[in-house]
């Protein structure tokens, strides 16, 4: 900028002047942050009582001109009324003049407000040689080529910005690199590029943890899983108790790479682990259908952290879907009296956990009969919290009490928000007429929903199940294929066609391949293992159908397993056996249809 005299400025209302001057004065007299606010400005006026003093320690005069001070004021006033980039020149000429850091800070901060990168590039490259140790200087620079999608630039200043950090918070500044790379669109060469920037981290003992784990993140944001687990086993042997590898190995937990698993449970297994990820390891296993598994880890961890409230409510809500009411609501008032014990405010985490807390001991009320204390239940669910999962428990409720019409009323009323809301309505009021044997007409809601969405696999799997309890079997198996051809890794799609030969006892080479389909997409799930044991039967491998049917019962306690399992040990002599898996099944449901038709067919009464 020249340094021709700045144009004469009139204003109709003196508050523009007055809340400018107030920002610029802010903007200099910040502490720790601008040289010119470091120097102390001249008093008006000296006792003469002081003059001996005064001559010993001589006032010095601010850096702040005159001249100045009115080009940043004018700078301001630009920026914030109509010419943003003349006030972006004049800011950075000023901070340039200045070489202050909150006036660069300041011109950067200009251009980003009105939208202009290259301009806040600039002025934080210009920062950044003026005052090539300020680590803020760095990190504006990275953040911009990273919002301008300069990736291949960000290399030198992310280094930078590492070797600048204090030896205390270089740990904490590598954990956010990912995070500052997330918007990259190549993550391959944002990937790359963090490799190449770390290299000298990853050889130093203080480091090599932590620079290890962001490079496990980056490769897995990449979609690089074997190597991302590679450098999060890396990061675990250079620091073992760091939580960071053992969160990334349970993103990758699985069939394809187990060593993810032994991370964790190495990890696990230290004196420091948080409990927070023992928790997410039983997640993590209950989503792999690994319920067993992620049973023991939520008993262990509400022994050795008793005062773990989320945990309490995970093992309780489980619980309940075993059919464990008692334990389960055990749980559940452990975990409310954990929550409420502090007296304070409820978060929105807490307000959600509030709610399964009580839809877990409504389910559990109902179960045991007591419709009344299940409304009581659903009553303190706190706002809309879950609405829909409340909702669909108060209309099960109606419907046991007799009230199915005032039960699909509630349901309908629910809010439309968007099309998965308004298929999870259908879909809730389908299971709600199937469940109290109105299977026509869940037919023909599906049908009406299918007429509308004829792709959506969800709906076309609903139908099929449906046709199938009326009967419709070639129906069933036409729309399971359509289900097939919408979404070709569909597991719940092939098991059932396979299941439901198997049942029939019909073209059974095909139904295993079916269900070995199934087993392929969702490795571990039961009930797709505990098909593939009933096909096995009837194929007439029951050593095989044996030992999958007591694998599933293992990992999902469930009726209709039961079913299956009892008969393969009545079928191979063992009676008292398959006399105590029916009792166990019948406890859990005693109501179902697999269950009961097995005990009639085999004129069993346990």
């Not at 770390?198 to 979609?223: C, H, K």
């Not at 502090?342 to 807390?357: D, I, N, S």
């Not at 105590?580 to 859990?588: A, T, V």
Request: proline share 6%; hydrophobic share 45%; aromatic share 4%.
């Amino acid at each position: 900028m020249g340094r021709a005299a700045p144009p004469r400025l009139a204003f109709s209302k003196p508050a523009p002047w007055r809340f400018a001057s107030a920002v610029v004065l802010t903007c200099l007299m910040a502490p720790g942050t601008s040289a010119l606010a470091q120097a102390p400005a001249r008093p008006a006026a000296a006792p003469a009582a002081s003059a001996a003093s005064a001559s010993a320690a001589p006032v010095q005069s601010s850096a702040l001109t005159a001249e100045l001070f009115y080009q940043l004021l004018v700078g301001e006033m630009a920026a914030r009324m109509d010419d943003p980039g003349g006030g972006f020149q004049m800011m950075l000429d000023a901070a340039r003049r200045s070489n202050d850091s909150a006036v660069y800070q300041r011109a950067v901060e200009i251009a980003l407000q009105a939208r202009a990168g290259e301009s806040a590039l600039q002025a934080a490259r210009a920062w950044r040689q003026a005052k090539p140790d300020s680590r803020e200087a760095t990190r504006f620079v990275l953040q911009i080529l990273l919002a301008l999608n300069r990736v291949g630039e960000t290399a030198e200043p992310l280094r930078q910005l590492l070797a600048l950090s204090p030896p205390a918070e270089r740990a904490t500044t590598l954990a956010l690199v990912p995070r500052l790379y997330a918007r990259a669109s190549d993550k391959a060469q944002a990937q790359r590029l963090v490799e190449q920037a770390l290299a000298d981290a990853v050889t130093r003992p203080e480091t090599a943890g932590p620079a290890w784990t962001t490079i496990a993140r980056m490769r897995l944001a990449a979609g690089q899983e074997g190597p991302a687990l590679e450098a999060a086993q890396r990061a675990q042997s250079a620091a073992p108790a760091d939580e960071g590898p053992a969160l990334i190995a349970l993103e990758l937990i699985g069939p394809r790479l187990p060593q993810a698993e032994a991370l964790v449970r190495r990890y696990l297994d230290g004196t420091q682990a948080r409990p927070e990820v023992r928790l997410a390891y039983a997640r993590a296993l209950l989503e792999a259908q690994r319920t067993s598994d992620a049973r023991l880890q939520l008993q262990l961890l509400t022994r050795q952290k008793s005062d773990f409230a989320e945990a309490w409510l995970v093992q309780g809500v489980l619980q309940v879907q075993d059919n464990q009411l008692e334990a389960g609501e055990a749980s559940l008032q452990k975990y409310l009296s954990l929550v409420q014990a502090g007296g304070r405010a409820p978060t929105e985490e807490t307000r959600r956990g509030l709610a399964q807390a009580y839809l877990a001991l409504a389910q559990a009320a109902e179960r045991r009969g007591d419709l009344a204390l299940a409304s009581q239940w659903l009553d303190r669910i706190p706002g809309n919290a879950d609405l829909l999962a409340t909702q669909v428990r108060r209309a099960s409720v109606l419907a046991r009490q007799g009230r199915l019409d005032d039960a699909r009323k509630l349901l309908r009323a629910l809010p439309d928000r968007d099309a998965s809301s308004a298929r999870a309505k259908v879909l809730a009021e389908v299971h709600l007429l199937r469940d109290n044997r109105q299977v026509q007409a869940a037919y023909d809601l599906l049908s009406e929903a299918v007429a509308r969405s004829p792709a959506d696999h969800e709906l076309l799997y609903e139908q099929a199940t449906t046709a199938e309890k009326l009967g419709r079997l070639d129906e069933m198996e036409r729309l399971l294929r359509r289900a097939m051809v919408a979404k070709p890794d569909f597991q719940h799609a092939y098991n059932a066609l396979g299941y439901s030969l198997a049942d029939r006892n019909v073209r059974l080479p095909e139904a295993r391949e079916l269900i070995r389909k199934a087993l392929e997409l969702a490795p571990g799930d039961p009930f797709i293992t505990d098909s593939l044991g009933w096909v096995e039967f009837r194929m007439g491998n029951k050593a095989e159908a044996l030992r999958l049917l007591e694998l599933a019962f293992r990992e999902r306690p469930d009726a209709e397993i039961a079913a299956h399992l009892g008969e393969v040990l009545w079928s191979l002599g063992n009676k008292p056996r398959a006399l105590e898996i029916w009792r166990e099944g019948l406890s859990i449901n005693r109501e179902n249809e697999t269950l009961q038709s097995t005990l009639r067919r085999l004129q069993v009464k346990p």
